[in-house]
């Protein structure tokens, strides 16, 4: 499909059956049984599929992280950051002196991809740890240093008013005084984010953002040999908080994790994680996948689901009975034309 001809959702999405799409509705609704909660299927363009109320904005956890990062690209290509390698310590000079100079050399891309080992004894870019006190710090300095804006408005200039969200969406899910930086967002406002992705960053007639940038996003996987963080605490910044979990959340990321997004590579055992689904499926999981954004390119297939019952993304690597990885081969069993 060409730019010219790709479809974009306006005000609304433009609706089409599975059937006219090339998708099988026994299928899709095999899938909305297996995962449960409410959900959305777009494919080519259109939303073809629905379950529970897909207008309905709730936290996406961890299936924020993506988002971050895509504000970060905003910022490096207005040239508030001259590089995701640049130190994030011209921005919080604090982290000059932390731990004798240890997190001195903390970069935007080593937040984006867990290996900054903050709050812990390795160095930047030694270990890898899933670890929401680095999140925080990333949303924080990103929102308050570099953009000097409320978050929220920094998502609706560069990415909800352009892709034109239709549901309630905020930073700040649970309010302004607990844990600022978690999305509350709606399937189907969710799915526009993941089309922007789908088409490399463009919405319309408009780039938006450099497909280069897009690229560096989706190609900068934590090697697969990385080690995993000692989980041995060191110093934070004063009054640290995390946006929600803690230092050393899941194991799985080397081989996977790109720019907060999972890719469906191999880790060092060779194992896929989403064993069933094509190579190029990326995601967006947070809580063990039960809030979730899958991209399937080759399929040119976008799912997204809130409140599930999927809560094995993490045991998935190798494992095809999961149900998350249950869930990736409906999606795959439902595409009838191959393309």
Not at 23 to 44: N, T
Not at 54 to 66: E, F, G, I, N
Not at 310 to 339: F, I, W, Y
Request: aromatic share 10%.
């Amino acid at each position: 499909m060409s730019q010219s001809e790709a479809v974009y959702p306006g005000q609304t999405w433009e609706t089409r059956s599975p059937e006219e799409v090339g998708l099988l509705q026994e299928k899709l609704d095999a899938l909305s049984e297996l995962v449960g909660g409410f959900g959305c299927v777009v494919r080519h363009g259109y939303l073809v599929y629905t379950w529970g109320d897909a207008t309905r904005s709730m936290d996406v956890a961890s299936a924020v992280k993506p988002v971050i990062s895509t504000l970060l690209l905003f910022a490096v290509q207005e040239g508030k950051i001259g590089s995701v390698d640049d130190p994030v310590a011209e921005f919080e000079p604090r982290l000059k002196t932390l731990n004798n100079g240890k997190d001195a050399g903390i970069t935007w891309r080593h937040l984006a991809s867990q290996t900054s080992g903050y709050g812990l004894t390795e160095a930047p870019g030694e270990a890898w740890a899933y670890n929401d006190y680095a999140l925080a710090l990333y949303y924080d300095v990103l929102m308050q240093k570099v953009f000097q804006d409320h978050g929220t408005h920094v998502l609706k200039t560069r990415l909800g008013d352009v892709l034109q969200f239709e549901d309630p969406y905020t930073f700040e899910a649970f309010g302004p005084h607990d844990r600022p930086g978690r999305l509350a967002i709606s399937p189907r406002d969710f799915a526009r984010f993941g089309l922007f992705y789908l088409r490399g960053g463009r919405w319309q007639d408009r780039q938006v953002l450099a497909p280069d940038l897009i690229r560096m996003a989706l190609t900068s996987v934590v090697p697969p040999d990385t080690p995993q963080s000692s989980g041995i605490d060191a110093d934070m910044l004063p009054g640290q908080r995390s946006l929600g979990g803690g230092k050393t959340i899941t194991p799985i990321g080397p081989g996977y994790y790109s720019f907060n997004w999972w890719l469906n590579g191999l880790d060092r055992e060779e194992r896929r994680l989403y064993v069933d689904a094509p190579p190029d499926t990326y995601v967006a999981s947070g809580h063990g996948g039960k809030r979730a954004l899958w991209i399937i390119p080759s399929l040119d297939l976008i799912v997204c689901w809130n409140d599930t019952r999927v809560e094995d993304h993490d045991a998935s690597p190798g494992n095809p009975n999961t149900l998350c990885n249950r869930a990736a081969r409906l999606m795959k069993e439902a595409v009838q034309d191959g393309k």
